[in-house]
């Protein structure tokens, strides 16, 4: 069982920023891609960003331009930058792991606990 902590949510006005960190361990896990998806209630959880081990990164339609994550491999930790947040951002946000043990052909995926955030009009 791969293991994600969060961290970096908070409550913000309109137009800031925030950082999210999200720092993974296992054992022999390969990860593969990390990122972040967010949620709030009565939605599905939907994706923010992701980035794999190579760097490529892929983004939400609504957060482009507004939101860089970035990670490192070495110690598999994803950071999440948002800026220019809007009310609409507000949402728990969960970081995502998927990857292999590197016994196993078997793809798994992994979440964190969530942190939430709070963007106030």
């Known amino acids: 069982q791969a293991h994600l902590v969060e961290s970096g949510g908070g409550v913000v006005q309109s137009g800031g920023s925030l950082r999210l960190s999200c720092v993974g361990s296992a054992p022999d896990f390969n990860f593969d891609v990390m990122g972040w998806y967010r949620q709030t209630p009565g939605k599905q959880r939907e994706l923010v960003a992701t980035m794999t081990s190579g760097g490529y990164a892929n983004y939400a339609d609504s957060v482009t331009g507004r939101f860089t994550i970035s990670r490192a491999s070495a110690n598999n930790t994803v950071w999440l930058q948002m800026n220019s947040l809007k009310p609409e951002d507000s949402a728990v946000y969960f970081c995502?792991?998927?990857?292999?043990?590197?016994?196993?052909?078997?793809?798994?995926?992994?979440w964190g606990q969530g942190t939430r955030v709070t963007v106030s009009a």
């Open positions: 995502n792991a998927k990857g292999r043990y590197t016994w196993s052909f078997s793809p798994y995926n992994f």
